[in-house]
């Protein structure tokens, strides 16, 4: 029986022959990822040493990954002495990929590791973060654990008891209208399965439409899968996968080609078309709660948010840039810009977008989770409304559950920072916004 | 018996149970005073123990849905909550598993705030309504977790295997 690209990733991580959906096996894991929650993973860590008279050990060092982005820079002492803490704990530990608090190399996580070639296709990814799906879209499988979990593979090195996922196919074929990107896929999908759809089960992706997808796209739709409840969502590696691979993230030596069978196994295909799909818009207070932007266009917006593991990228920006370009923020709105890395943040300075952005009257912020997660910048008032590039419009996800949330492209959000109001980007020439 | 103290709806996100600007504060022993910190009938009513262990939460579908923050977890399993739902996120119910929150998935119940359950491994029994409803096993895969009394005894149990060499 043929296996899907999750099947043989589990498979050869966990030394057997084939795999199938269902089965519990142990992976290796080739790469462990911890935020500022390391300082919880470290209390939990040495709680299993704890009454063994062993002396701690990690696993593999070189293997352990720590970001810091949640919080950044600290927004209260509690943050700034776990930032110490795990600093402490990094170096005496020689934890390898380990990106402080800076301009040139630090940034989000789901951001930092693509561009520094930290995941490679055929590896299995575990990290405390539930956007650890991003991963996919270098064809590696890459799922959120919790930080118990992860204290246990600090020192196993191996994910314990994991079921095998099931696979669902989905199939995206024709061209995306102007304006319209992996954004409004992704958003169109999850509406389509509803917030769990997807619980416990892969996202695979394949078709035309992805195969000309950047991996920047990829990495947008695989980053979201789990807000359809996906273990991970994953892009088989192609030769878009190694060029991003090679040119932009400098890895050397073999990569692996690691593909699904012909007649793997699928628990359900869906089919999409995006030719006629238009801008997508999540509404309050569910992800899967998406509309089309017509029904919802002209809502009043309070504050704008362009940035964060989903779309803070360099084209993103771009995109941004050129709806903004020359024109101005609308008078009662905010606009918020956070790339998602230093290495983005210097490429769209020295491309001009972030004057572009400053003279068009957007605040442009450090790398990090900023506003998304509402904990110590951009924080909504009561009856406020955003309208965000983000991943989350929960209750509260703004760091106010009196306030409301729509989620949406670059393109949309920046189209709709000059107005005030929900708005579609003009895909005509001369258009006024 | 277990009383039902609070009934939520579906798809209540991590952001619900735990919110996000209470990250800061991770150890176990810390994050009971946030759970569910922006409700703050049943905040209140926890923080002043006014609620007793082995209480019931009802949820829906989907719930725990969102970040994988363990934080989420640790804040009920202070209380020694149940929390029984229709279904739960992957993260948050491998979490509760992880942390010995005890979770009940049973797609049918009806209850209603104050009503008293008796649950068993196969069902829960609502003995107010008398009505009797099945409960959906935990993921075979992880029953040694739970048997063990949670990932940090089971995982304790490997690192001293691995130490003497088996």
């Known amino acids: ?433 | 018996m277990a009383k039902v103290i609070y009934t939520l709806g579906d798809d209540i996100s991590t952001d619900i149970i735990y919110p996000g600007r209470y990250m800061a504060t991770v150890l176990p022993t810390e994050t009971p005073q946030f759970a569910f910190a922006d409700i703050q009938e049943l905040n209140g009513k926890l923080k002043a123990k006014q609620i007793l262990p082995g209480s019931v939460i009802i949820g829906g579908k989907n719930f725990g849905c969102g970040s994988s923050r363990e934080q989420a977890v640790s804040a009920l399993k202070g209380y020694e909550l149940i929390v029984v739902a229709k279904n739960f996120a992957r993260i948050f119910l491998q979490n509760s598993i992880n942390l010995g929150l005890q979770t009940v998935t049973c797609p049918n119940l009806e209850a209603v705030d104050g009503d008293t359950l008796e649950i068993t491994p196969t069902a829960v029994m609502n003995t107010t309504s008398g009505k009797s409803f099945q409960v959906v096993p935990l993921p075979n895969a992880r029953q040694a977790i739970v048997e063990a009394g949670g990932l940090i005894p089971y995982s304790r149990k490997l690192v001293l295997a691995k130490a003497q060499g088996n």
């Not at chain 1, 992976?27 to 470290?42: C, G, K, Y």
């Not at chain 1, 040495?46 to 009454?51: H, K, N, R, S, V």
């Not at chain 1, 024709?174 to 509803?194: A, E, N, Y």
């Not at chain 1, 569910?286 to 990228?313: A, F, H, L, Y």
């Open chain 1, 1 to 433: 029986m043929g296996m899907t690209v999750v099947e043989k990733i589990l498979a050869r991580a966990s030394g057997l022959n084939s795999v199938k959906a269902g089965d519990v096996v142990e992976p290796n894991v080739d790469l462990a990822m911890s935020h500022e929650n390391a300082a919880l993973v470290m209390n939990q860590y040495l709680e299993i040493y704890q009454g063994t008279e062993l002396m701690p050990k990690l696993w593999d060092p070189l293997k352990i990954g720590i970001i810091f982005d949640h919080r950044v820079p600290a927004e209260s002492p509690k943050t700034a002495s776990n930032q110490k803490k795990i600093r402490e704990f990094v170096a005496a530990n020689s934890i390898a990929k380990f990106h402080d608090i800076r301009g040139d190399v630090g940034g989000i996580c789901h951001q930092v590791l693509p561009e520094n070639g930290y995941v490679r296709p055929g590896d299995v990814v575990v990290g405390t973060d539930s956007h650890m799906t991003s991963h996919g879209a270098l064809g590696a499988f890459a799922f959120g654990i919790g930080a118990t979990e992860m204290a246990s593979v600090w020192a196993l090195g191996k994910v314990l008891n994991v079921e095998v996922p099931a696979t669902i196919q989905v199939n995206v074929k024709g061209t995306f209208k102007k304006f319209v990107g992996p954004k409004d896929l992704i958003l169109h999908l999850i509406g389509r399965l509803t917030a769990e759809g997807a619980n416990f089960k892969v996202i695979e992706f394949h078709g035309p439409a992805i195969k000309s997808m950047s991996t920047s796209g990829r990495l947008v739709i695989c980053n979201m899968s789990v807000e359809a409840g996906a273990t991970s969502g994953i892009v088989p590696v192609d030769d878009e996968t190694i060029r991003y691979l090679r040119k932009e993230s400098g890895v050397k030596g073999k990569i692996d080609l690691v593909t699904p069978d012909k007649d793997a196994v699928y628990e359900q295909v869906i089919n999409i078309n995006v030719s006629a799909l238009e801008p997508q818009i999540a509404c309050p207070h569910t992800v899967d709660n998406v509309k089309p932007i017509k029904e919802v266009k002209g809502t009043k917006v309070n504050q704008i948010v362009i940035g964060s593991c989903t779309n803070g990228r360099l084209d993103d920006l771009a995109l941004a840039a050129k709806i903004l370009k020359g024109k101005k923020v609308a008078q009662g709105t905010r606009m918020l810009i956070f790339p998602a890395s230093g290495r983005i943040f210097n490429q769209a300075l020295t491309k001009g977008y972030i004057g572009t952005f400053m003279k068009a009257g957007a605040v442009v912020m450090n790398s990090g989770c900023g506003p998304c997660l509402g904990v110590h910048e951009g924080a909504l008032g009561d009856g406020e409304v955003a309208l965000s590039t983000t991943n989350r419009n929960f209750k509260g996800r703004m760091g106010n559950p009196n306030s409301e949330v729509y989620l949406c492209s670059p393109a949309v959000a920046a189209a709709s920072a000059l107005t005030g109001v929900i708005t579609a980007p003009r895909t005509t020439k001369g258009g006024k916004h």
